[in-house]
Every structure is written in C-alpha cells, then in structure tokens.
C-alpha cells in the first residue's frame, strides 16, 4: 500500500478547491486540479486514500474502468495516486468535515472534528455515500468479538481465508465475486442468500452455478445463517433455516457477511443543501444549490445517474472545470489537453 501523509502546509492557506473525500472521484478531481492550473486540498476523514476500495475492497478485481481489464482496487487507488501526486495537492487526513461557511467574499471556510479551518474559493464534496457502517445480522447477537478473527464484513486480505471452510453471506455483486474468488483460496466455500436469486451481475452469477454444477461449492438460497457454534473463541460451524422450514448445519471456520452497507451523510444532511435519495441535487455543471459549491461521484444526484467509479471520474472533471469559473471569474476557460500539457510539462523538467 502507498503511504501518504498530512501534508505539512499550513491549513490558514487559501486554495482554490477544497475537495472533501479522498476516494476515487476525489483523488481524480486532484489531478484534474493540476490539470486545470488551479490548487486543491483533499480532506478525507479516514487515515488513507482510496475511500471504500482501500477500506473495504483493497483485493476486490474491478472490470469495468476504461483502460483496465481488470484491475485490484487498491492497485486502482494507487494508480489514481500516482496521477494525481504529480501536482503536490495538499492532504488531510483523520479529519471529518464537520460544517462549511461561505463568506461574503463568495470564499469558503471548512472546518473539522479537530476545530481546524482549511480556506478555499470553492469547494467539491466527493464523500462517497458519505460514512458507511455494514450491515449485520441481528439475529446472530453480538458477534463483535469475533470480527477480524472469524467473522468479516469485507476482504482486506486474501491470506485470512486461505486453506479455511468459508461462509459467504449476500446475494448481490461483492458476494458473488468473492464467491469465485476465493476458490482457489479456501479450503471450501458455501455460499447463502435469504433470496430465491442473485442480485448480481449475471455474469458472475452464472459462474457461481457452473462452479456448483462442478461440485466445487454449495449454494443455499431462499436460506438464513439462524446460529453459530463458537468453540474457544473460534467460529466452528453454522447452522441454516430454509424458508421450507428445512434446518441444516455447515463447517465453517469464517463467515463473511456481504449484505451491504448503511449510508450517513453525517454532518452534511444539516448543510440546507438540496437533497434526493440521499445524495446531493446537482446540475449540469455539477453545482449544489450552492453558488461556488460542487458535487461529483455517489454523492452527487442527478436523473439517470448511474453510479459506478467510471461515472464519478468523470464527474470529478467537469465539477473541476465548471469550477474555473466560479474561481477565477472573468477569465476565458480554454480547453486543456493532457497531451500537450504533459509534454509542455517534460520539456521544463
């Protein structure tokens, strides 16, 4: 993993954009940045770049970002990173964007947990969901001593499901993909989901019943994880319930329960912003009902919008150039290409 830390410029210092959220789209909206001669800072709440890839998803393959057949998330954040650091945007990490203030001067104040205020002539929110908790299963209790060990909510290493009888709990894509991808990894994998089908991708889903035709995992639908045996502190076995009633019990040495993630826009539902569905109202031009105020990636809300990393990369651009005139009013914007620009670029140095 790439190590980045707290830039060491001093957060009175005024910037062009301020970026809150250091996933994907906000990283991208960096270079864009550089790309666009203006200056940036990232502030991203968790103690590392990448937002849910890096959190999450570091090992998860990624298929659909033009230019990548596939691509291992954190390999993506750390490509995203490289891109972007040419530039040297500022980065604040472990901080949380607690409240914004625009001045009348149409600059902004940001302010975090720690009562730091960073200064910018505009700002782009790239939270993501905004902070993201994953689901559980009630009825299993408290299971919070067992998380990291025996119990998981995502895959940061493939190393902990090696040569072990995996559970996978999830119908939808995460559960799906980790089901074909830990099969040359675990000793075995059951996959259950308290659906009669997958929501997933079709693709995969069809390559979770040709491996079960295989004979090379058990698949449990219309089925609930009822209970679990725990002997010295280690997950043994798990014991299902079908809808029919039909109760069965499986080995199991990790459970890896992928039923989504509840979202919080924390501290941003109580900036009188326009909201939809969870998510910021923006228009063409990436703007929040805000003058000076811009929107890019999931948290942003537009008709048709279609959240996926491809569409928050581009956002992040047009939020970035759209800004240009808000930053630097009066100015003409000119088309920049990267081409020319890296190559102007080089030959400087």
């Known amino acids: 993993m790439f190590d980045i830390h707290n830039s060491m410029t001093d957060h009175?210092?005024?910037?062009?954009?301020?970026?809150?959220?250091?996933?994907?789209?906000?990283?991208?909206?960096?270079?864009?940045?550089?790309?666009?001669?203006?200056?940036?800072?990232?502030?991203?709440?968790?103690?590392?770049?990448?937002?849910?890839?890096?959190?999450?998803?570091?090992?998860?393959?990624?298929?659909?970002?033009?230019?990548?057949?596939?691509?291992?998330?954190?390999s993506l954040v750390e490509s995203l990173w490289k891109q972007a650091e040419r530039y040297n945007p500022d980065v604040v990490l472990g901080e949380t964007v607690t409240r914004y203030t625009k001045l009348e001067d149409g600059t902004f104040e940001t302010e975090t947990n720690t009562g730091t205020?960073?200064?910018?002539?505009?700002?782009?929110?790239?939270?993501?969901l905004g902070a993201f908790e994953p689901r559980t299963l009630p009825q299993l209790g408290d299971i919070s001593h067992l998380v990291g060990g025996s119990v998981f909510y995502a895959v940061r290493s493939i190393n902990d499901f090696k040569d072990r009888n995996v559970v996978i709990v999830g119908g939808g894509d995460s559960a799906l993909d980790w089901t074909v991808g830990l099969l040359k990894t675990a000793a075995s994998v059951t996959l259950v989901?308290?659906?009669?089908?997958?929501?997933?991708?079709g693709k995969t889903a069809h390559e979770v019943f040709e491996a079960k035709e295989a004979g090379r995992i058990a698949v449990h639908l219309d089925t609930e994880v009822r209970r679990i045996d725990v002997v010295e502190g280690e997950l043994t076995r798990l014991h299902l319930r079908a809808r029919s009633g039909k109760e069965t019990s499986v080995d199991a040495e990790r459970l890896l329960i992928l039923i989504g993630f509840k979202s919080n826009l924390g501290p941003l539902a109580g900036w009188d912003l326009e909201l939809c569905d969870n998510a910021l109202v923006v228009d063409t031009h990436m703007k929040t009902s805000v003058d000076?105020?811009?929107?890019?990636?999931?948290?942003?809300?537009?008709?048709?919008?279609?959240?996926?990393?491809?569409?928050g990369l581009s956002e992040a651009t047009m939020a970035v150039r759209h800004s240009l005139s808000y930053i630097k009013p009066g100015e003409k914007v000119r088309n920049v290409f990267s081409s020319v620009k890296m190559g102007k670029e080089n030959k400087a140095t």
């Open 12 to 74: 009175r210092d005024m910037r062009d954009l301020t970026i809150i959220g250091g996933g994907p789209t906000g990283i991208f909206a960096a270079f864009q940045c550089g790309m666009n001669n203006i200056t940036c800072r990232i502030i991203e709440s968790m103690s590392q770049l990448g937002g849910q890839l890096a959190a999450l998803y570091p090992e998860k393959h990624i298929y659909d970002v033009a230019g990548f057949p596939e691509v291992p998330a954190i």
């Open 117 to 128: 205020v960073y200064r910018s002539r505009a700002l782009l929110i790239a939270a993501g």
């Open 193 to 201: 989901h308290r659906g009669h089908e997958f929501q997933g991708h």
């Open 292 to 311: 000076g105020l811009y929107a890019a990636g999931d948290i942003a809300h537009y008709p048709g919008k279609l959240k996926i990393i491809q569409t």
